[in-house]
Nanobody, 124 residues
Framework: VQLQASGGGLVQTGGSRRLSCAAS????????MGWFRQAPGKEREFVAA????????DYDDSVKGRFTISRDNVANTVFLQMNKLKPEDTAVYFC??????????????????WGEGTQVTVSS
């Protein structure tokens, strides 16, 4: 299984960035997909999750109204549209795949598959 995240980079405060995570080696449409992030010196934290059928989307309070998670079950890709970025959004962003619910994914524990991260840096 491979989860390949891309789209990270340097962006100014208030700007936007779209992350993608392309999945292979698994039946993508059966998995809940999530995004997590880890800032320097901090633990990895939940950002957003989307259910296998697009029916449920959960967000951490810190990104509600600014970030949008979506998925394309034909292209086997999950996206994270990030708007109104803040310096505190600076982190390495990871995608994850799990057969659990979006609520279960939020804990970050027991995740079936993790991808490699992509760095997002928001300059002030």
């Amino acid at each position: 299984v491979q989860l390949q995240a891309s789209g990270g980079g340097l962006v100014q405060t208030g700007g936007s960035r779209r992350l993608s995570c392309a999945a292979s080696g698994l039946t993508f449409k059966y998995y809940t997909m999530g995004w997590f992030r880890q800032a320097p010196g901090k633990e990895r934290e939940f950002v957003a999750a989307i259910s296998s059928n697009n029916g449920q989307k959960d967000y951490d309070d810190s990104v509600k109204g600014r970030f949008t998670i979506s998925r394309d079950n034909v292209a086997n890709t999950v996206f994270l549209q990030m708007n109104k970025l803040k310096p505190e959004d600076t982190a390495v962003y990871f995608c994850a795949a799990d057969t659990g619910t979006t609520r279960e994914v939020q804990s970050g524990r027991g995740i079936d598959w993790w991808g490699e991260g992509t760095q997002v840096t928001v300059s002030s």
